[in-house]
Nanobody, 127 residues
Framework: QVQLVESGGGSVQAGGSLRLSCAASGYTYSCMAWFRQAPGKEREGVALIYTGSGITFYADSVKGRFTISQENAKNTVYLQMNSLKPEDTAIYYC??????????????????????WGQGTQVTVSS
């Protein structure tokens, strides 16, 4: 059974940090990513990792502030978020699929196309 469970969301002041976790069960996915959706806005790709090689991609809006990483033993992907801004406020979703190295690239953050999604975790950044 496919299951992605996010955790680690919460409220923080601007400049603070949070770490989100996405625990995958059922399968070991080759491509995992974080997306977010703010109220009234479209879903936005944030970060992506090809789990086979550890290659990562980021949206320009989070480069230098967010880091996606993996812990293979736990089949878990993390999103470390530093220097948070009020505009980072959103529901953050974990996504996963079995894309190969060419399919698991930066363009996937715009194209979406992931079949498996978590339930989301709220991140609120106050000014």
């Amino acid at each position: 059974q496919v299951q992605l469970v996010e955790s680690g969301g919460g409220s923080v002041q601007a400049g603070g940090s949070l770490r989100l976790s996405c625990a995958a069960s059922g399968y070991t996915y080759s491509c995992m990513a974080w997306f977010r959706q703010a109220p009234g806005k479209e879903r936005e790709g944030v970060a992506l990792i090809y789990t086979g090689s550890g290659i990562t991609f980021y949206a320009d809006s989070v480069k230098g502030r967010f880091t996606i990483s993996q812990e293979n033993a736990k089949n878990t992907v993390y999103l470390q978020m530093n220097s948070l801004k009020p505009e980072d406020t959103a529901i953050y979703y974990c996504a996963a699929d079995f894309f190969g190295p060419h399919g698991c690239s930066g363009s996937r953050l715009r194209d979406v196309g992931f079949r498996y999604w978590g339930q989301g975790t709220q991140v609120t950044v106050s000014s």
